[in-house]
């Protein structure tokens, strides 16, 4: 008799759970089974009524339909749980070409992204990165630089002038002789900064502009470590196909001197209207410090030796970006910084 | 520079490279060729022709039909030039050919004009005669070329010929660009020894003969320096019985190749021997030199002097004259005077080649407003060795081209003469600083080819005095390098002791800086180191403001450019202004750049320059607090963990009067930030509300600090109370915080603030603020009475500023 009704029971409970098609269903199914009021609950109770000697067989029975009847419910609960996500899932599908939300970040300035690559290769060599005044004494924008009073290149139309000897510096030259004065040998800096010049403002001058001085000075140093040296450096700079070419040049403060041209790195070298049809794009002057710079700073040109180079850094950033006018670098329109 | 490539094959026979090639191995070598253009350019089957028979056409007036000979055939060619007639030769393009240009002289075209057969008003053409302008010249250069019409050749041109070469055009014009150190490379000579030099060809210059009759210079004229600091040499020689005339085609052609124009046989000849020698040269009517003599001195303050072009010059004592014995007659190296130049009716010359101080020159030539042809040669300081050659060389011109009756000797006054100077000669020292293997003897062909001269027995290299810039072994090693070839030297990388590549302290923080600055939302910008005065104005400066003590420079490119920046604020305003012009909505920038502070004017020593990170902005999520933030979040990365203070006691003009403070960090002002006064940001012309923050990094970065100890992470509970306060609307969060942290102790571990209020329940006038305090203690749990003792502390302290706690 109780072995039918568990029979029943348990198959119609089993069937309710399966069909249940939501967690409150469910959960009503599971009180009117299962809950202290419930029919199974209420079977256990009437097994008072059991001959003992059947009990402890009813009982096992019970248990197993209850056991079972929880099963069910678990796995019922699970698929209504999962069905549940998926529908949640199905219900947030968004659209992944909607516009990206960036995070409002702030951009570097083109010179200052050039300058860090820049002074990463240096960094990278060896060179300490040193700095010098932008206000500077003529004695060592010009004079300890080889270029004596009445040269032509002091002339005021170049040269801003606060006092008789006192100036804005025309070039980051003078760092080199400040260093010497400041170090002993083996010196490798670089001194990046701003100067100059008297040229009014238009698409490829202006009065203000930045270069990167280098200079190393130790014994043994040749005109061939200057070549390796620039040249390691405009193949990382410019990428590892560049090929370098050095031309005679004239600075006061170096000699030999030298100016480095880069192959084009639009056009690699066949000629373009970037490079002029030239196929060579001028990047730099150098040449090996001059022995009378080298006394005068107080370091003896029979013991050692050493190479100077300047970076126009304009010049860098205006090529790398194909940026055609200067006077974009300073107006600072937002539009123009958010694209570095 | 420019020269023809003709005129220096003619000095280095032996040269035979093509154009390009020539240009590259010159840069290679060291006299840079900035570009080149050939003469003959788009001039095709163009030949000299024979006018034979001209009639009228039938139909049209202005036109006439021309048989016109070219060698093997005779043509017919329509013109409508005026100025033909039978017998004359004139250049001709065949059917087929190409012309450089049109008629009437306007830019050439880059595939030039191709001639075709026409047909004008029905009558056939077969070609066409050629103005001086469509050959792609002007009358510029051949004078002899009429106005409107064709060019006629002389006589003695052969009829079929090539005209292109008849009018000496297949020839290439290179301009070099020439450093400031070669002197000598001012010259088509100069250019030729380089040339020689570089292609290993000989070098052949001008064989300058004797010149002059039995009569001597010396008894024409009297040569006196009275200035030799500023005139090192004197050379005078004296022409007679003078014939003006034009100078021949081959003289007019090569200076027309070099950009001048010719004018006739004595002016020409000054012309030529200046490029070819590099020497500028006078010529003066002798007849005009009172007392026959000449005297070079220096002009008195005041004196006047009316110069060959008509013009009165105001000189000074630094200039320097040339001078008879009754007046100026030149400004020596710049330009001779009026009262002695020379005209169609002279007959007598006196011809001057002398030297002049560069500097001199050029500042005198400044100073008069006044740069010449010659002064421009004369200021880079001239070999007075070569004064002489020149003036020989013009002589041996002279009789040459019949021009004059040249007299014997020359008057030379030379107080100090030149020598050649000499360099020891050490190839090994050579070879280790180019880093190169030369052999010692190829090293001294180069010098041989340079003209150079080598004293074996001593070694050494012997300089004259063209190569003023070899002054020391590190320039004869340049040579070396130039001719062995800078490409051929190998590529090594310096060895020896290993050094640490490192930004400085200073330049790591700067690096956080504009990391914190960009990562919340900054540009970085670059603005001009020098402004107007008139930021003052517009930043509210009051007239004695400390800021407006500026250093000015003194040759300012204007005025809006002529004091160094002593406040940072005007190039981020300026920049933000522009953008908000031009519509960008909600823009921040920061700057990090140089002011320059005096520590007396006028400046006797250098300024301190001092660095300043700026930030601004006029999107509206950076309110006065945002840009707290941004300061803090920077303070906190670069270890300023302490106590920030925020002091309104300085006003400052430019900012809004109850929005701004200074920041004191460690007892010292580190910068100020605050809102941007309404009338600076209407003067700036930015329509929005805007914050600025600027920070004085020389204060800041000697308190930076990258150490950084770990702190335990807290392992007993914190004890949390929260207080809300009345108090009146004058007492700062700041006032109240530094209470609650005095009193607070070493337990305190934060004190935020999470509400004010003012409005209904208040009172007016005052303000409510609640607080969450947090106490921890690192070793134990915090009992209950020991936090409420600290809480009575902070609360009767907070009751005697007059603080209330809400009910």
Same mark, same amino acid.
């Given at each position: 008799?109780?072995?039918?009704?568990?029979?029943?029971?348990?198959?119609?409970?089993?069937?309710?759970?399966?069909?249940?098609?939501?967690?409150?269903?469910?959960?009503?199914?599971?009180?009117?089974?299962?809950?202290?009021?419930?029919?199974?609950?209420?079977?256990?109770?009437?097994?008072?009524?059991?001959?003992?000697?059947?009990?402890?067989?009813?009982?096992?029975?019970?248990?197993?339909?209850?056991?079972?009847?929880?099963?069910?419910?678990?796995?019922?609960?699970?698929?209504?749980?999962?069905?549940?996500?998926?529908?949640?899932?199905?219900?947030?599908?968004?659209?992944?070409?909607?516009?990206?939300?960036?995070?409002?970040?702030?951009?570097?300035?083109?010179?200052?992204?050039?300058?860090?690559?820049?002074?990463?290769?240096?960094?990278?060599?060896?060179?300490?990165?040193?700095?010098?005044?932008?206000?500077?004494?003529?004695?060592?924008?010009?004079?300890?630089?080889?270029?004596?009073?009445?040269?032509?290149?002091?002339?005021?139309?170049?040269?801003?002038?606060?006092?008789?000897?006192?100036?804005?510096?025309?070039?980051?030259?003078?760092?080199?002789?400040?260093?010497?004065?400041?170090?002993?040998?083996?010196?490798?800096?670089?001194?990046?900064?701003?100067?100059?010049?008297?040229?009014?403002?238009?698409?490829?001058?202006?009065?203000?502009?930045?270069?990167?001085?280098?200079?190393?000075?130790?014994?043994?140093?040749?005109?061939?470590?200057?070549?390796?040296?620039?040249?390691?450096?405009?193949?990382?700079?410019?990428?590892?196909?560049?090929?370098?070419?050095?031309?005679?040049?004239?600075?006061?403060?170096?000699?030999?001197?030298?100016?480095?041209?880069?192959?084009?790195?639009?056009?690699?070298?066949?000629?373009?209207?970037?490079?002029?049809?030239?196929?060579?794009?001028?990047?730099?002057?150098?040449?090996?410090?001059?022995?009378?710079?080298?006394?005068?700073?107080?370091?003896?040109?029979?013991?050692?030796?050493?190479?100077?180079?300047?970076?126009?850094?304009?010049?860098?950033?205006?090529?790398?970006?194909?940026?055609?006018?200067?006077?974009?670098?300073?107006?600072?329109?937002?539009?123009?910084?958010?694209?570095? | 520079?420019?020269?023809?490539?003709?005129?220096?094959?003619?000095?280095?026979?032996?040269?035979?490279?093509?154009?390009?090639?020539?240009?590259?191995?010159?840069?290679?070598?060291?006299?840079?060729?900035?570009?080149?253009?050939?003469?003959?350019?788009?001039?095709?089957?163009?030949?000299?022709?024979?006018?034979?028979?001209?009639?009228?056409?039938?139909?049209?007036?202005?036109?006439?039909?021309?048989? +016109?000979? &070219? *060698?093997?055939? $005779?043509?017919?060619?329509?013109? /409508?030039? @005026?100025?033909?007639? =039978? %017998?004359? !030769?004139?250049?001709? +393009?065949? &059917? *087929?050919?190409? $012309?450089?240009?049109?008629?009437? /002289?306007? @830019?050439?075209?880059? =595939? %030039?004009? !191709?001639?075709?057969?026409?047909?004008?008003?029905?009558?056939?053409?077969?070609?066409?005669?050629?103005?001086?302008?469509?050959?792609?010249?002007?009358?510029?250069?051949?004078?002899?070329?009429?106005?409107?019409?064709?060019?006629?050749?002389?006589?003695?041109?052969?009829?079929?010929?090539?005209?292109?070469?008849?009018?000496?055009?297949?020839?290439?014009?290179?301009?070099?660009?020439?450093?400031?150190?070669?002197?000598?490379?001012?010259?088509?000579?100069?250019?030729?020894?380089?040339?020689?030099?570089?292609?290993?060809?000989?070098?052949?210059?001008?064989?300058?003969?004797?010149?002059?009759?039995?009569?001597?210079?010396?008894?024409?004229?009297?040569?006196?320096?009275?200035?030799?600091?500023?005139?090192?040499?004197?050379?005078?020689?004296?022409?007679?019985?003078?014939?003006?005339?034009?100078?021949?085609?081959?003289?007019?052609?090569?200076?027309?190749?070099?950009?001048?124009?010719?004018?006739?046989?004595?002016?020409?000849?000054?012309?030529?021997?200046?490029?070819?020698?590099?020497?500028?040269?006078?010529?003066?009517?002798?007849?005009?030199?009172?007392?026959?003599?000449?005297?070079?001195?220096?002009?008195?303050?005041?004196?006047?002097?009316?110069?060959?072009?008509?013009?009165?010059?105001?000189?000074?004592?630094?200039?320097?004259?040339?001078?008879?014995?009754?007046?100026?007659?030149?400004?020596?190296?710049?330009?001779?005077?009026?009262?002695?130049?020379?005209?169609?009716?002279?007959?007598?010359?006196?011809?001057?080649?002398?030297?002049?101080?560069?500097?001199?020159?050029?500042?005198?030539?400044?100073?008069?407003?006044?740069?010449?042809?010659?002064?421009?040669?004369?200021?880079?300081?001239?070999?007075?060795?070569?004064?002489?050659?020149?003036?020989?060389?013009?002589?041996?011109?002279?009789?040459?081209?019949?021009?004059?009756?040249?007299?014997?000797?020359?008057?030379?006054?030379?107080?100090?003469?030149?020598?050649?100077?000499?360099?020891?000669?050490?190839?090994?020292?050579?070879?280790?600083?180019?880093?190169?293997?030369?052999?010692?003897?190829?090293?001294?062909?180069?010098?041989?080819?340079?003209?150079?001269?080598?004293?074996?027995?001593?070694?050494?290299?012997?300089?004259?005095?063209?190569?003023?810039?070899?002054?020391?072994?590190?320039?004869?090693?340049?040579?070396?390098?130039?001719?062995?070839?800078?490409?051929?030297?190998?590529?090594?990388?310096?060895?020896?002791?290993?050094?640490?590549?490192?930004?400085?302290?200073?330049?790591?923080?700067?690096?956080?800086?504009?990391?914190?600055?960009?990562?919340?939302?900054?540009?970085?910008?670059?603005?001009?180191?020098?402004?107007?005065?008139?930021?003052?104005?517009?930043?509210?400066?009051?007239?004695?403001?400390?800021?407006?003590?500026?250093?000015?420079?003194?040759?300012?490119?204007?005025?809006?450019?002529?004091?160094?920046?002593?406040?940072?604020?005007?190039?981020?305003?300026?920049?933000?202004?522009?953008?908000?012009?031009?519509?960008?909505?909600?823009?921040?920038?920061?700057?990090?750049?140089?002011?320059?502070?005096?520590?007396?004017?006028?400046?006797?020593?250098?300024?301190?320059?001092?660095?300043?990170?700026?930030?601004?902005?006029?999107?509206?999520?950076?309110?006065?607090?945002?840009?707290?933030?941004?300061?803090?979040?920077?303070?906190?990365?670069?270890?300023?963990?302490?106590?920030?203070?925020?002091?309104?006691?300085?006003?400052?003009?430019?900012?809004?009067?109850?929005?701004?403070?200074?920041?004191?960090?460690?007892?010292?002002?580190?910068?100020?930030?605050?809102?941007?006064?309404?009338?600076?940001?209407?003067?700036?012309?930015?329509?929005?509300?805007?914050?600025?923050?600027?920070?004085?990094?020389?204060?800041?970065?000697?308190?930076?600090?990258?150490?950084?100890?770990?702190?335990?992470?807290?392992?007993?509970?914190?004890?949390?109370?929260?207080?809300?306060?009345?108090?009146?609307?004058?007492?700062?969060?700041?006032?109240?915080?530094?209470?609650?942290?005095?009193?607070?102790?070493?337990?305190?571990?934060?004190?935020?603030?999470?509400?004010?209020?003012?409005?209904?329940?208040?009172?007016?006038?005052?303000?409510?603020?609640?607080?969450?305090?947090?106490?921890?203690?690192?070793?134990?749990?915090?009992?209950?009475?020991?936090?409420?003792?600290?809480?009575?502390?902070?609360?009767?302290?907070?009751?005697?500023?007059?603080?209330?706690?809400?009910?």
């Amino acid at each position: 008799m109780i072995k039918d009704n568990l029979e029943k029971i348990r198959q119609d409970a089993v069937k309710k759970m399966m069909e249940s098609e939501t967690m409150e269903a469910l959960n009503e199914i599971r009180v009117a089974y299962l809950g202290k009021k419930g029919e199974l609950t209420n079977l256990l109770k009437s097994m008072k009524d059991v001959d003992p000697k059947d009990r402890p067989t009813v009982g096992k029975l019970v248990n197993e339909a209850r056991e079972e009847l929880e099963k069910h419910l678990s796995e019922a609960q699970a698929r209504l749980a999962m069905e549940k996500r998926r529908l949640q899932l199905e219900s947030e599908v968004i659209d992944v070409t909607l516009p990206a939300k960036k995070s409002v970040v702030g951009h570097p300035h083109p010179n200052r992204v050039a300058l860090d690559e820049v002074e990463r290769i240096f960094v990278g060599m060896g060179y300490e990165v040193v700095e010098g005044p932008e206000i500077e004494y003529d004695y060592y924008n010009f004079e300890a630089l080889n270029i004596p009073a009445n040269h032509p290149a002091k002339d005021e139309q170049d040269t801003f002038y606060i006092t008789k000897d006192i100036l804005l510096r025309t070039q980051t030259s003078p760092v080199q002789v400040r260093t010497m004065e400041k170090k002993k040998p083996p010196i490798r800096v670089i001194s990046p900064g701003r100067v100059f010049r008297s040229d009014e403002v238009d698409a490829t001058h202006s009065p203000s502009f930045h270069q990167i001085e280098g200079m190393v000075i130790d014994k043994g140093i040749t005109f061939a470590d200057l070549k390796g040296t620039l040249q390691q450096f405009a193949k990382e700079m410019f990428g590892e196909d560049t090929r370098v070419k050095f031309r005679p040049h004239h600075f006061p403060f170096t000699e030999p001197s030298a100016e480095m041209d880069v192959s084009c790195f639009k056009c690699g070298g066949k000629g373009c209207r970037f490079c002029k049809n030239e196929g060579w794009i001028e990047i730099l002057g150098c040449g090996m410090v001059h022995p009378k710079v080298l006394r005068m700073s107080g370091i003896d040109p029979e013991i050692y030796s050493g190479f100077a180079f300047g970076i126009g850094l304009e010049r860098i950033a205006l090529l790398k970006y194909e940026i055609d006018d200067m006077r974009l670098l300073y107006e600072n329109d937002i539009r123009f910084l958010r694209q570095f | 520079m420019n020269t023809s490539y003709n005129w220096i094959k003619a000095y280095v026979p032996g040269l035979d490279a093509g154009d390009r090639e020539y240009a590259d191995a010159m840069t290679l070598s060291g006299t840079k060729v900035e570009s080149y253009s050939r003469l003959d350019k788009n001039l095709e089957k163009i030949v000299v022709g024979k006018v034979e028979k001209i009639e009228r056409h039938p139909d049209a007036d202005h036109l006439i039909i021309c048989q +016109v000979n &070219v *060698g093997d055939e $005779v043509i017919q060619i329509v013109t /409508g030039a @005026p100025n033909v007639f =039978e %017998g004359a !030769k004139v250049p001709v +393009v065949l &059917v *087929g050919g190409r $012309v450089a240009g049109g008629h009437d /002289g306007g @830019p050439l075209p880059e =595939e %030039g004009i !191709k001639i075709k057969k026409g047909k004008l008003r029905g009558v056939e053409s077969y070609g066409m005669m050629c103005s001086i302008e469509e050959l792609g010249s002007s009358r510029e250069y051949y004078p002899e070329a009429p106005e409107n019409g064709i060019y006629i050749f002389p006589d003695n041109v052969e009829v079929g010929k090539d005209a292109v070469e008849a009018l000496g055009l297949h020839d290439t014009v290179f301009e070099y660009e020439i450093t400031s150190n070669r002197v000598d490379c001012f010259s088509l000579l100069g250019i030729a020894r380089e040339a020689a030099a570089t292609f290993r060809k000989d070098y052949v210059p001008p064989v300058v003969t004797e010149t002059g009759n039995n009569e001597k210079a010396s008894d024409f004229i009297k040569v006196r320096i009275d200035a030799p600091d500023l005139c090192s040499r004197f050379c005078a020689r004296i022409v007679k019985n003078i014939k003006i005339a034009p100078s021949p085609e081959w003289m007019q052609r090569r200076l027309a190749s070099a950009g001048i124009r010719p004018i006739n046989n004595l002016v020409d000849i000054t012309n030529y021997v200046m490029v070819e020698y590099g020497q500028p040269m006078h010529a003066y009517d002798w007849d005009q030199i009172s007392n026959h003599e000449i005297i070079v001195r220096r002009a008195q303050d005041g004196d006047e002097f009316q110069t060959l072009d008509g013009q009165v010059r105001k000189l000074d004592h630094d200039m320097l004259m040339i001078c008879d014995g009754e007046k100026e007659v030149g400004l020596a190296g710049i330009m001779g005077g009026e009262n002695s130049k020379i005209t169609d009716d002279v007959t007598t010359m006196l011809f001057e080649a002398a030297c002049f101080d560069g500097t001199n020159v050029r500042l005198s030539a400044k100073r008069l407003g006044l740069r010449t042809d010659a002064s421009s040669i004369f200021e880079k300081g001239l070999d007075p060795n070569n004064t002489e050659l020149a003036i020989n060389r013009a002589c041996q011109l002279v009789e040459e081209l019949g021009a004059g009756e040249v007299v014997g000797g020359m008057v030379d006054v030379y107080p100090h003469p030149w020598t050649s100077r000499r360099i020891a000669f050490r190839p090994d020292w050579i070879n280790s600083f180019i880093g190169t293997d030369v052999d010692p003897e190829t090293m001294k062909e180069y010098f041989k080819r340079l003209g150079l001269g080598f004293d074996e027995d001593a070694q050494e290299v012997i300089v004259p005095t063209f190569r003023q810039d070899l002054e020391q072994e590190a320039d004869i090693a340049e040579e070396v390098a130039r001719f062995f070839g800078y490409d051929n030297i190998p590529t090594t990388l310096p060895r020896g002791e290993a050094t640490a590549g490192k930004l400085s302290f200073k330049q790591r923080i700067e690096a956080v800086a504009r990391q914190v600055a960009e990562y919340s939302g900054f540009s970085q910008a670059m603005t001009y180191s020098f402004e107007s005065p008139k930021v003052f104005d517009r930043l509210l400066l009051t007239e004695d403001a400390p800021e407006r003590e500026a250093i000015r420079i003194s040759n300012p490119l204007g005025e809006e450019f002529s004091i160094m920046r002593t406040v940072s604020l005007n190039g981020i305003l300026t920049s933000l202004a522009t953008n908000y012009n031009r519509r960008n909505k909600s823009v921040s920038l920061y700057e990090m750049g140089n002011i320059y502070i005096p520590r007396e004017l006028p400046l006797t020593e250098l300024p301190d320059e001092r660095m300043q990170l700026t930030l601004g902005s006029y999107d509206s999520k950076y309110d006065f607090f945002a840009m707290k933030g941004v300061v803090e979040e920077f303070f906190d990365k670069i270890g300023l963990s302490g106590i920030k203070e925020y002091r309104v006691d300085t006003r400052r003009p430019y900012l809004h009067p109850g929005r701004q403070a200074d920041i004191w960090y460690g007892g010292v002002k580190v910068g100020y930030l605050g809102e941007l006064h309404p009338q600076v940001a209407d003067n700036y012309g930015i329509g929005e509300r805007t914050c600025i923050a600027v920070l004085d990094m020389p204060e800041i970065v000697p308190q930076a600090t990258f150490d950084h100890k770990y702190m335990g992470i807290a392992r007993f509970p914190a004890s949390s109370r929260d207080i809300s306060m009345v108090m009146k609307k004058s007492i700062t969060a700041g006032e109240v915080e530094s209470v609650i942290r005095g009193k607070g102790g070493k337990l305190l571990e934060s004190c935020e603030l999470f509400d004010i209020y003012e409005g209904k329940q208040i009172m007016s006038g005052f303000k409510s603020m609640a607080y969450n305090i947090v106490f921890r203690a690192s070793d134990r749990t915090l009992e209950d009475r020991e936090v409420n003792d600290i809480m009575e502390k902070i609360l009767s302290a907070l009751k005697e500023m007059g603080i209330e706690l809400r009910a």
